[in-house]
């Protein structure tokens, strides 16, 4: 069975904190991705990978950085956590064929206060 | 730019009736399509796509879409509703425009079905 993990179900930090999210995908695919999910606003993408080492930016990247060290991890970072950061973090990856799903993580929800 | 619309934010249904959750997209060329389900603090499970051939796509628990080329619609659809559906649905599209898949959200409907 395919599986993406996200390391915290929930998590909570303070305002200025550097926080970690990390995502692991055990199906060697190329593509991984973070998104946002906010009500009303649905899933907005932050950073994609597509190769090792290899990133661009999303739609609303400001205040976050990735790091892909190794295919099967996707870490995402909030450089200094802010309460407008505040939401549901989704981790997913997918084959780099164009046709396929993508698969998601079982999410991160992260409150700063 | 790609883009899809879910023009509802909540469809109520009773169980047994028929249940549609209406999408419809904006893109260049032909679409790639796909339904999400997401139940409550979970991440999004895969439920069908449509690529290219037969207008009406079927996928997992008893799900359908119906693709409609004329209407630039992907209607998600299933013809008896449970309670057990109730959850929140995103529609997206492949974004073909650059050099990965990434996918493109709608922002969501939320499925309440009343016993």
């Known amino acids: 069975d395919v599986k993406v993990t996200q390391s915290s179900r929930y998590l909570v930090k303070r305002t200025g904190e550097k926080v970690f999210l990390e995502c692991v995908q055990d199906?060697?695919?190329?593509?991984m991705f973070w998104y946002r999910q906010d009500p009303g606003l649905g899933l907005r993408l932050i950073y994609f990978?597509?190769?090792?080492?290899?990133?661009e930016k999303g739609d609303i990247p400001e205040g976050y950085s990735v790091s892909r060290e190794k295919k099967e991890r996707f870490s995402l970072i909030l450089e200094s956590a802010s309460t407008n950061q505040t939401s549901m973090y989704l981790c997913?990856?997918?084959?780099?064929?164009?046709?396929?799903?993508?698969?998601f993580g079982q999410g991160t929800r992260l409150t700063v206060v | 730019a790609q883009s899809v619309a879910q023009p509802e934010d909540q469809v109520n249904v009773a169980e047994g009736n028929p249940l549609t959750v209406k999408c419809t997209y904006s893109?260049?060329?032909?679409?790639?399509l796909f339904w999400y389900v997401q139940y409550p603090n979970r991440g999004l499970q895969f439920l069908l796509k449509?690529?290219?051939?037969?207008?009406l796509v079927k996928g997992s628990y008893g799900f359908e879409a119906e693709f409609n080329k004329s209407q630039t619609s992907f209607h998600l659809k299933k013809p008896s509703a449970l309670v057990s559906d109730s959850a929140l649905y995103f529609c997206?599209?492949?974004?073909?425009?650059?050099?990965?898949?990434?996918?493109?959200f709608g922002t969501g409907t939320l499925l309440a079905v009343q016993p």
């Open positions: 199906m060697d695919h190329e593509n």
């Open positions: 997913a990856s997918s084959l780099r064929e164009r046709l396929t799903e993508a698969f």
């Open positions: 449509y690529i290219t051939g037969d207008n």
């Open positions: 990978s597509y190769d090792v080492k290899m990133k």
């Open positions: 997206a599209v492949r974004d073909r425009s650059g050099a990965t898949n990434k996918l493109i």
């Open positions: 893109v260049s060329g032909n679409p790639y």
